[in-house]
């Protein structure tokens, strides 16, 4: 079956990295645009960060925009979040997600399987 496993998550300082890595098994990554989303507590899910295929296009929110960036690496079917100057509101818990649909889709409703999530807690 289908599966995504994120890892990297952890507890940094406001000013820190993070890189969260997605691993897919089960099926061809190439085949998927990916995603990812986080959620914070007592708030509703968000997408963050979203990636085609091929690479082509990526897009990432306002409230990341600069700061993150999302990658790929189809050989290792594999997907990345680079996460730099964390400030407290990024703490989340933060999903991958895997897309059939062509393009870049931005949002959850479009997406087809989803990780399980990795803890991203931003403190001092």
């Known amino acids: 079956q289908v599966q995504l496993a994120e890892s990297g998550g952890g507890l940094v300082q406001p000013g820190a990295s993070l890189t969260l890595s997605c691993t897919m098994s089960g099926t061809i990554f190439a085949s998927y645009a990916m995603g990812w989303f986080r959620q914070a507590p007592g708030k509703e899910r968000e997408g963050v960060s979203f990636?085609?295929?091929?690479?082509?296009?990526?897009y990432s929110v306002d409230s990341v925009k600069g700061r993150f960036t999302i990658s790929r690496d189809n050989a290792k079917s594999t997907l990345y979040l680079q996460m730099n100057s964390l400030v407290p509101e990024d703490t989340a818990i933060y999903y991958c997600?895997?897309?059939?649909?062509?393009?870049?889709?931005?949002?959850?409703?479009?997406?087809?399987?989803w990780g399980q999530g990795t803890q991203v807690t931003v403190s001092s």
């Open positions: 990636i085609t295929r091929s690479s082509h296009k990526t």
């Open positions: 997600a895997a897309a059939r649909a062509l393009g870049l889709p931005i949002y959850g409703y479009e997406y087809d399987y």
